[in-house]
């Protein structure tokens, strides 16, 4: 078993495109036209076919309280592995991107958590 696709809600797809390829370094895998929204899915530069993230529309009821309740206690929708925490701490502020934490040692791993402008927080981590 293995992990082939995961998603984040989004508000807006295409400002989520935006910021995961644009400021993240993400790459567009998939865009499908599925009514007023899309299949979007982005995938790491690094796994081209490795796994992908769907950017879902946040329309479902239970989204914005479930996504609410998280960023109100600082919990982060997802996770992403990079190789050095405070670089990639500086390129993203450096891009405009918001952290409501910055680069913190937790002995095995060092974390930061950001702010996606979907409506999500997303954390980053690099182990030791």
Same mark, same amino acid.
Request: glycine share 6%; aromatic share 8%; hydrophobic share 40%.
């Given at each position: ?6 998603? %984040? #809600? *989004? ?8 910021? #995961?390829?644009?400021?993240?370094? $993400?790459?567009?895998? !998939?865009?499908?036209? %599925? ?7 982005v *995938?790491?530069?690094?796994a ?8 879902? +529309?946040?329309g !479902? +009821?239970?989204?914005?309280? #479930?996504?609410d &309740?998280? *960023? ?7 996770? $992403?592995? %990079?190789?050095d925490?405070? &670089?990639? #701490? ?6 405009? *991107?918001? $952290? ?10 060092t974390?930061?958590? $950001? ?6 927080? @997303?954390? @980053?981590?690099?182990?030791?």
């Amino acid at each position: 078993m293995r992990i082939s696709l995961t998603s %984040v #809600y *989004v508000d807006d797809q295409a400002k989520a495109l935006a910021f #995961y390829t644009d400021i993240l370094g $993400f790459r567009k895998r !998939h865009d499908i036209p %599925v009514g007023n929204d899309s299949w979007l899915t982005v *995938v790491s530069p690094e796994a081209p076919d490795g796994p992908q993230l769907l950017l879902e +529309p946040a329309g !479902h +009821p239970a989204v914005k309280p #479930y996504r609410d &309740a998280l *960023v109100a206690d600082g919990i982060p929708l997802a996770q $992403f592995a %990079v190789d050095d925490v405070n &670089a990639e #701490y500086e390129r993203l502020r450096a891009a405009g *991107v918001e $952290f409501t934490q910055p680069p913190t040692d937790l002995e095995t791993v060092t974390v930061a958590i $950001f702010d996606d402008t979907c409506g999500n927080l @997303i954390q @980053i981590i690099a182990e030791k």
